[in-house]
Antibody
Framework: QVTLKESGPGILQPSQTLSLTCSFS??????????VSWIRQTSGKGLEWLAH???????RYNPSLKSRLTISKDTSSNQVFLKITSVDTADIATYYC????????WGQGTTLTVSS | DIVLTQSPASLAVSLGQRATISCRAS??????????MHWYQQKPGQPPKLLIK???NLVSGVPARFSGSGSGTDFTLNIHPVEEEDTATYYC?????????FGGGTKLEIK
């Protein structure tokens, strides 16, 4: 049974760095072809793909946010991480981690509020 | 970026009838035989759920009343016959190139 679960700080002040963790089970990120993406959803921009990390540590980023994003993984602990630097109100969203490039499994999401 | 335009933005379909949702890409998202287009259903308070992958492949466990078709730039999601539980917002998404993008969504209401 595949499950994914996101965790994050919930609230940040503008200019802080957002650190998100995706803890998953039911598959391995050491399996050839496997990958995990981060996606966010806002009421204004809808669903936005952020980044993807592959089993071989290859990484892909959304060019519109690439300078602010860092995706990484810890295969042994079944976790994927995403950092977003310099957050502001435009980053207020629900953040999801998902599996594969067609997103066949999703976590329940973690919400971020940005407020001073 | 490839822009995915969904139409209509909302629709109301009578119980048991057909719902048809279109997704048009700003450029081709596949080959002549293989479309890198996927369809999702999202209900309030829940994450999206994958229904169709690669244009026409029904995901295991998804009812057979859902079907997908299309290639190149034009793709369609059909639901027939619609049931009450199909009330949701539907999204298309491509995985042809980086960045992956989503359509703006189609809100389906069952009359």
């Amino acid at each position: 049974q595949v499950t994914l679960k996101e965790s994050g700080p919930g609230i940040l002040q503008p200019s802080q760095t957002l650190s998100l963790t995706c803890s998953f089970s039911g598959f391995s990120l050491s399996t050839s072809g496997m990958g995990v993406s981060w996606i966010r959803q806002t009421s204004g921009k809808g669903l936005e793909w952020l980044a993807h990390i592959y089993w071989d540590n290859d990484k892909r980023y959304n060019p519109s946010l690439k300078s602010r994003l860092t995706i990484s993984k810890d295969t042994s602990s079944n976790q994927v991480f995403l950092k977003i630097t310099s957050v502001d109100t435009a980053d207020i969203a629900t953040y999801y981690c998902t599996r594969r490039e067609y997103f066949d499994y999703w976590g329940q999401g973690t919400t971020l509020t940005v407020s001073s | 970026d490839i822009v995915l335009t969904q139409s209509p933005a909302s629709l109301a379909v009578s119980l048991g009838q057909r719902a048809t949702i279109s997704c048009r890409a700003s450029q081709s998202v596949g080959t002549s035989n293989y479309g890198y287009m996927h369809w999702y259903q999202q209900k309030p308070g829940q994450p999206p759920k994958l229904l169709i992958k690669y244009a026409s492949n029904l995901v295991s466990g998804v009812p057979a009343r859902f079907s997908g078709s299309g290639s190149g730039t034009d793709f369609t999601l059909n639901i027939h016959p619609v049931e009450e539980e199909d009330t949701a917002t539907y999204y298309c998404q491509h995985s042809w190139e980086i960045p992956y993008t989503f359509g703006g969504g189609t809100k389906l209401e069952i009359k």
